[in-house]
């Protein structure tokens, strides 16, 4: 029996065609000219530098290695202007190829690759070879540093891209030498010897950051910064209200009410008001004419939120302002986190809480509760507009009584100026009027409102507030009159009012309820929260909260029944207000807290 021949495996096809096409190029391949002898290398003198002698042998056997002089403009322009030590730190690997070209591998490779011949140049950056620069680019000031942030950057130091770029180089230049030859390589150098794992630092000297330029993320922070300053016109601030957004309402809020405060105290236009979460500008009337308002949010929006956040906490710094007041800021309150110490070492930050709410779920959520203990120890002080939040803050926190002198209670004034609305005339053939406003959501028990409306039907309710949705329409009882947003309060027709009527489920002191008070309009509201200071038993009609709809009928059908009596009621509501909330309190409270000098004790 013969013995069974061996396997034999056969090549995949796409091998098999490669190697017969090989085949195919050497045959047609001319034969090699003879070569010639090889000039012997020049002797390139070792110039040390503090990478140390392997390395200096190693650049001198590479110089020694390029072609001489003569033979080609365009590699002679290379080579004149190629910076050896450079190239070999960006590829290591070519350090054990003593017999390379450096210059030639660059124009055959390294261009493609992307390898920079030179600090000075970046083959990613510029479009065109790098002979083109040297030729004609440099001369007409065309860009091609690494520094991606010369164009972006150079408009904020009043120069011409290209004098940024010579000025870059300049520092470039003089921090390699620093380190190649200098007193800051010397120490590198000994501290390798130290800790040997030093060494492989040196290829990071092929990419050297000189901040801001070399950073992208860092340019366009700077940038930011400079357009937001540009927006605040280049100057320091007293104060600083970093808020969220231009806040819903034509009324002050708190804000506000701070802002005209203080204006009596230093000029309007020590004042900025910085808007961090949504792009906006307050209603006409917030601030006082002069008040300097910065869109940070749209301003900061090309930024990563760490980005933004370190951005906003630069800024802050940059207005040497004596107190920074923190509205509902997400972005300040992030920026908190990571910079709330660092902040606190030079500026005194207050942050202004209000109440909390409520989800579906019925777990309650606000900035109080996620911040409060977070921030408090970096706060020079917190800020409420109640009592009552005041008293559950430090319930919740078991506040001592030296921390609850840290929590101040800022009792927003009362307008004097805003007009007792004249009563409507008797007619035995008007409807009555009930007027309702506020966002069409959970905290204004908008059901409870419709219901209220159903059990009246002889009574008109007139229903301001956020956009009406179809789904939302085609719930309303007959008798309520959607009537959208108002700009101001003033806008509203309340000579036409017979009543008011406030159902929130929770709340602090509501700027309408005290706009309100203001008019003589009787008022039916919820005593929940810091409504309790508005809504007192002689001069409101107060609903406790676990009372349902009925209760709030009996209090409207009461003061439709004697409207005389009713107002006479409401406008003591208005007296004792006038007395209790003074803009003069207000304002004098306000520059205590805000304007007093720094002190441990406020810390």
Same mark, same amino acid.
């Given at each position: ?35 010639? &002898?090889?000039?012997? =290398? ?11 002698? /392997? ?71 510029? &479009? ?14 065309? =860009?091609?540093? #690494?520094? #991606? ?7 904020? @130091? ?37 800790? #040997?794992?030093?060494?492989?630092a040196w290829v990071e000297t092929t990419r050297p950051r000189l901040l801001p330029f070399s950073h992208p993320p860092v340019v366009k922070e700077v940038a930011a @910064? ?15 209200? /970093? ?9 002050? %809020? ?17 004042? /900025? ?84 709410? $409520? ?33 559950? @803050? ?28 004249? &009563? ?29 409306? %159903? ?57 309408? =309820? ?34 349902? &709809? ?12 004697? #409207? ?12 004792? =207000? ?19 000098? $720094? ?5």
């Amino acid at each position: 029996m013969q013995p069974a021949e061996p396997h034999r495996r056969s090549l995949p096809r796409r091998v098999a065609s490669r190697l017969r096409r090989e085949l195919r190029n050497r045959r047609a391949r001319p034969a090699p000219a003879p070569s010639r &002898p090889r000039a012997p =290398l020049p002797d390139v003198p070792v110039e040390p530098t503090f990478l140390g002698p /392997v390395m200096d042998q190693r650049v001198a056997v590479a110089r020694a290695h390029l072609r001489p002089r003569g033979e080609d403009a365009d590699y002679d322009l290379v080579r004149d202007n190629f910076d050896v030590i450079h190239y070999l730190l960006q590829d290591p690997r070519l350090a054990e190829v003593p017999s390379v070209d450096l210059v030639q591998h660059y124009l055959d490779e390294g261009a493609a690759q992307r390898k920079s011949p030179h600090p000075d140049f970046s083959t990613a950056a510029y &479009p065109r070879p790098y002979v083109a620069w040297l030729r004609s680019g440099r001369e007409a000031g065309e =860009l091609a540093d #690494p520094a #991606p942030g010369i164009r972006e950057l150079a408009p904020l @130091l009043g120069m011409e891209p290209r004098e940024v770029a010579e000025r870059i180089r300049e520092r470039r230049d003089d921090m390699l030498r620093r380190l190649r030859t200098g007193g800051l390589g010397e120490m590198f150098a000994k501290a390798a010897e130290i800790e #040997p794992l030093l060494g492989e630092a040196w290829v990071e000297t092929t990419r050297p950051r000189l901040l801001p330029f070399s950073h992208p993320p860092v340019v366009k922070e700077v940038a930011a @910064l400079y357009r937001a300053q540009k927006a605040a016109s280049f100057r320091r601030a007293r104060v600083v209200f /970093v808020i969220n957004r231009g806040r819903w309402g034509g009324g002050r %809020r708190m804000e506000g009410h701070l802002a005209h405060a203080l204006a009596h105290h230093v000029a309007p236009d020590e004042i /900025v008001v910085l808007y961090t979460d949504e792009s906006s500008a307050a209603p006409a009337g917030r601030y006082p004419d002069g008040v300097r308002e910065v869109d940070f949010a749209e301003i900061s929006s090309g930024l990563r939120p760490e980005e933004a956040q370190h951005g906003l906490v630069m800024l802050l710094r940059t207005f040497r302002a004596d107190a920074i007041v923190n509205v509902n800021s997400r972005m300040m309150y992030h920026a908190l986190r990571t910079y709330g110490h660092a902040l606190a070492a030079s500026e005194r930050v207050f942050h202004v809480y209000f109440c909390n709410e $409520q989800v579906a779920t019925g777990a309650w959520r606000g900035w109080s509760l996620r911040y409060f203990y977070r921030t408090y120890d970096t706060a020079a002080g917190i800020i409420t507009d109640s009592d009552h939040l005041a008293r559950e @803050l430090a319930a919740r926190h078991r506040a001592t009584t030296r921390q609850q002198e840290r929590v101040h209670v800022f009792r927003a004034p009362v307008d004097p100026g805003i007009p007792l609305a004249e &009563p409507p005339a008797v007619d035995p053939g008007r409807r009555p009027q009930v007027f309702w406003a506020g966002r069409w959501d959970r905290q204004k028990r908008v059901d409870d409102f419709f219901e209220i409306a %159903r059990r009246l039907p002889h009574v008109d309710f007139r229903m301001w507030g956020e956009t009406v949705m179809g789904s939302e329409r085609r719930l309303l009882p007959d008798n309520v009159v959607p009537r959208g947003r108002y700009g101001h309060f003033s806008e509203l027709p309340l000579d036409e009012a017979d009543v008011w009527l406030y159902t929130s489920a929770w709340d602090g002191v509501p700027s309408l =309820l005290l706009e309100v008070s203001m008019t003589g309009v009787p008022i039916v509201g919820t005593r929940v929260g810091g409504t309790e200071e508005i809504l007192v038993d002689d001069g409101a009609w107060p609903i406790e909260l676990d009372e349902g &709809p009925e209760a709030y009928v009996r209090a409207i059908r009461e003061v439709l029944d004697d #409207p005389r009596a009713a107002r006479e009621r409401a406008r003591g509501l208005r007296e004792r =207000l006038l007395r209790e909330r003074t803009p003069e309190a207000f304002a004098s409270y306000a520059v205590e807290v805000l304007l007093r000098e $720094q002190s441990g004790e406020t810390r």
